[in-house]
């Protein structure tokens, strides 16, 4: 009998030896919270493992998550490279080391007739971690600088591809791929119940729930099912704490980032069919709200819970000397492709750059879009 896709996946991981969970900078709540509840999940597997996520900035809404503080910022020590010294009498403390000339120097010290250079040999085939598990990530590209700067990382290595975007590019050796979930959540609660449901406890319960409030808006999107309610339910039953949650989530914004909200809704601007949203926030609007571009990170999501019927929203910023655009599509439109000539970083629905021109012509071509 062949093997489920959770299964498979369970078997890859049982294989690895050191795992790394990534996502990309323009990452979701639901997807930190994942990232620690699989996390927790490969420790129970006695896996050890990273999760890092180059040039994420952490919402300080979600610090109150246990082993947040594992996340990583900066990608370090991908490649492994092995010194093999072949020779029955040298053992560890026959080594010495030292820095010098901006040169690290290794020294065998030994008093066998026999040890020679050919006893030595050095091998780079190998990597610190054996396993790639990626969470919501579209296509590898999404991962910017990271992909790029450790290509030959990312094609020798297995992917494990964890998603709910139809979007995805179904890049992995294994991909757990379900457009009908909610978030990445459920999907890993799901995994957990196919496999072995008693190894859910409180800390991953809360995890996971608070990924699904977080992407769900407390389970106010219309595409919520019967389903991601009942998830919900067992999470809450294994111990989740939904009163910490919602306290972090929704009741400790700052003062400063709901002013910042207010001023940004205060410019809020549609076309005639109210498909395209856009509101514009200068340096002046930052000084006066003592807020900077991370406070960004609500605003879309507040655009579009004004107005269900946008399809791109799009905030116009200021920073320095330079002007930024921000957009996001509701139908999973690559922007990318439409917006080339500015050079866009992030993934197909949710990009940024900056720009010299009139912003009318970015506007133009958000309206070509929904044609």
């Not at 890859?12 to 323009?26: A, D, G, R, V």
């Not at 008093?111 to 598990?133: C, G, M, R």
């Not at 099912?225 to 306290?247: F, H, Y």
């Not at 914004?253 to 509101?279: C, F, H, P, Y």
């Amino acid at each position: 009998m062949s093997l489920t896709q959770q299964q498979q996946l369970y078997e890859t991981i049982q294989k690895s030896q050191y795992p790394l969970i990534t996502f990309h900078k323009e990452a979701t709540g639901d997807v930190v919270a994942s990232s620690l509840a699989l996390g927790r999940l490969l420790k129970k597997w006695n896996r050890s493992c990273d999760i890092i996520a180059p040039q994420y900035e952490l919402p300080d809404n979600f610090k109150f998550l246990e082993g947040v503080e594992k996340i990583k910022r900066q990608s370090t020590n991908l490649k492994r490279v092995t010194i093999s010294l072949d020779h029955p009498a040298i053992r560890s403390h026959h080594l010495e080391h030292e820095e010098r000339d901006n040169q690290l120097h290794i020294h065998i010290n030994s008093d066998q007739a026999d040890f020679t250079k050919e006893n030595i040999k050095i091998s780079e085939t190998s990597y610190k971690h054996d396993l790639i598990i990626t969470l919501n990530t579209p296509d590898l590209s999404s991962l910017e600088k990271f992909y790029e700067d450790n290509t030959e990382f990312f094609f020798n290595v297995p992917i494990i591809n964890i998603d709910y975007s139809p979007e995805n590019e179904h890049y992995g050796h294994i991909n757990l791929i379900n457009i009908t979930a909610t978030s990445v959540s459920e999907i890993l609660y799901d995994l957990i119940d196919s496999l072995d449901p008693s190894l859910m406890d409180e800390q991953m319960a809360t995890h996971l729930l608070t990924g699904m409030i977080e992407r769900t808006k407390s389970f106010k999107i219309p595409t919520i099912t019967p389903k991601s309610l009942n998830i919900a339910s067992q999470l809450m039953a294994a111990g989740a704490e939904r009163d910490s949650i919602i306290k972090n989530l929704y009741q400790t914004r700052s003062v400063n980032t709901l002013r910042l909200w207010g001023k940004t809704l205060l410019k809020l601007e549609t076309d005639v069919r109210q498909k395209i949203a856009w509101t514009e926030i200068t340096e002046q609007d930052f000084f006066d709200t003592r807020t900077d571009e991370k406070d960004l990170s609500g605003v879309l999501e507040e655009l579009i819970s004004n107005i269900p019927t946008v399809e791109l929203s799009i905030i116009f910023f200021q920073k320095g000397n330079q002007t930024y655009s921000i957009i996001k599509s509701e139908k999973g439109v690559d922007l990318r492709n439409y917006f080339s000539i500015y050079n866009p970083q992030g993934q197909k629905t949710l990009i940024k750059f900056p720009f010299n021109t009139n912003k009318q012509s970015i506007l133009e071509t958000a309206a070509q879009i929904i044609l």
